[in-house]
């Protein structure tokens, strides 16, 4: 496993990065122990889903950012912040934009992250350094 990681975390729509921070300490396996964590907070700007409001955001929700890097998106089923359905219709645009996107969905869970989804990212983060070492 590379021994030069970064991770950067981009925390959700009205969060910050510090708030994120103790997300670092879920992932205990060995590839992790040098990883550089970085937990940048989003700017203030306008957002659609909130009416106009002020919030920290990386981007509107009706906008895609251009980018190749591949995404892991999870989203609780019980959401009543960011509507399920609105979770769920975002992967596929980001697909046909041409961004590789991995959707899973989490019956009962609410706004908030639980272990799995940690376990789950954990699992992926793995997989793709791996493959980007091959």
Not at 54 to 64: G, H, K, N
Request: charged share 15%; hydrophobic share 40%.
């Amino acid at each position: 496993m590379a021994k030069n990681i970064i991770i950067m975390w981009l925390h959700g729509r009205g969060d910050s990065g510090p708030n994120n921070m103790p997300i670092r300490r879920f992932f205990s396996a060995p590839d992790f122990a040098s990883a550089k964590w970085l937990f940048p907070s989003a700017p203030s700007r306008t957002s659609t889903y909130d009416n106009g409001a002020r919030v920290p955001a990386w981007f509107d929700t009706y906008e895609i950012p251009v980018t190749a890097t591949p995404v892991i998106w999870f989203h609780g089923m019980s959401d009543n912040t960011v509507a399920f359905s609105a979770g769920e219709a975002r992967p596929p645009l980001l697909e046909q934009a041409g961004i590789s996107c991995q959707f899973k969905a989490y019956p009962g869970l609410g706004h908030s992250i639980i272990p799995d989804e940690l376990t789950s990212l954990e699992s992926w983060i793995k997989t793709r350094l791996q493959s980007s070492l091959d």
